[in-house]
């Protein structure tokens, strides 16, 4: 049987349980939070003063604080393409609407709640240029990204398992440093983002744990494959008005690892996790070449590990158009 046909079997295989998986890790729609939970109401009387509350107490946050945050809501307001990705993986079939395209679906339909309360977040602020905002996310939208799985389900559940997990601790340190700077409802924001992302991850893993079972070896070695072309960001192609896809995802990576939202050490770390996840130095009956790639890593997160304490951040903040350096210390 060729590779693409086990794929396939496998991924029917795992079919017949995607109901569990949709009641396991997701939550109905009429129970989960909405953006609107947390922002001031339109229809109160006290609406105006409750957005000056929130402009008030956003006048503490620093400049890398907004420019990692605005780069958060634009991965998260880049949704359409990360979807549209999905329903591509081999396995997921939207016309005939399957199990696995049910799934994506509604995983969409959780994460397109992330983007829209942190626009409204950012819009109320008065602490970034909102328009520059949307130019940098319909580029984002218009020029995709290649994240290195093609159509592999194996290789696109690795990518999922390791991001969702990359995107949890980003909301969740942006959420403690919000909380330290003296806001507590954006805390509070990203703290529900944060635990959304985790019940993700902790599907995209499962997803991938199962697949262990059934094909250890090609599982296996798709891991290994993502990991040696290392994980890139959705956002690895961000740019801004006026500008070619060049150096802006770099500038913001700054930001969040100067404010210690997402270092290279968390992407050891996550690696670890993951390998500790799958218990990848316990599986058995595995081919030579997977025999192989285990080996490989096992030793790759020390490896790594020594590469990331010889980053050098610059310890100058890059300005952007989307934050106006006169609106925030």
């Not at 005939?96 to 992330?114: D, I, L, M, P």
Request: charged share 30%; glycine share 4%; hydrophobic share 40%.
């Amino acid at each position: 049987m060729s590779i693409k046909n086990m794929r396939l079997e496998v991924m029917q295989f795992l079919e017949d349980k995607v109901d569990s998986f949709v009641e396991q890790y997701l939550i109905p729609v009429e129970k989960i939070w909405q953006p609107s939970d947390f922002l001031p109401n339109s229809e109160s009387e006290t609406f105006f003063e409750e957005v000056k509350e929130l402009r008030e107490i956003a006048k503490d946050l620093p400049y890398d604080f907004w420019v990692t945050l605005v780069g958060d809501t634009i991965t998260e307001e880049a949704l359409p393409t990360y979807e549209s990705w999905l329903m591509d993986v081999e396995g997921v079939d939207n016309v005939e609407r399957n199990g696995w395209s049910k799934w994506v679906r509604q995983w969409t339909g959780e994460e397109n709640r992330h983007g829209d309360l942190l626009n409204k977040y950012l819009y109320l602020s008065g602490r970034v240029n909102m328009r520059e905002v949307e130019i940098t996310t319909q580029h984002l939208i218009n020029d995709g990204f290649d994240i290195g799985t093609g159509r592999d389900p194996y290789k696109n559940f690795v990518y999922t398992s390791f991001q969702e997990l990359a995107t949890y601790v980003s909301h969740n340190r942006v959420a403690q440093l919000a909380k330290k700077y003296g806001d507590n409802k954006l805390s509070k924001m990203c703290k529900m983002i944060a635990g959304d992302e985790m019940r993700h991850h902790h599907a995209y893993s499962e997803f991938v744990s199962q697949i262990f079972k059934v094909d250890p070896s090609e599982m296996l070695l798709s891991f290994n494959y993502m990991m040696k072309q290392k994980i890139v960001m959705p956002a690895q192609f961000l740019r801004e008005s006026g500008e070619k896809i060049s150096s802006a995802f770099l500038n913001f990576s700054d930001s969040a690892q100067r404010i210690g939202v997402y270092t290279a050490s968390d992407y050891v770390d996550i690696m670890q996790k993951l390998i500790a996840k799958w218990e990848i130095d316990k599986l058995t009956g595995l081919t030579d070449d997977a025999e192989k790639a285990r080996d490989y890593l096992m030793k790759l997160p020390a490896r790594m590990a020594k590469v990331s304490e010889r980053l050098i951040v610059p310890a100058e903040s890059t300005l952007f158009k989307w934050v106006e350096p006169a609106l925030v210390r």
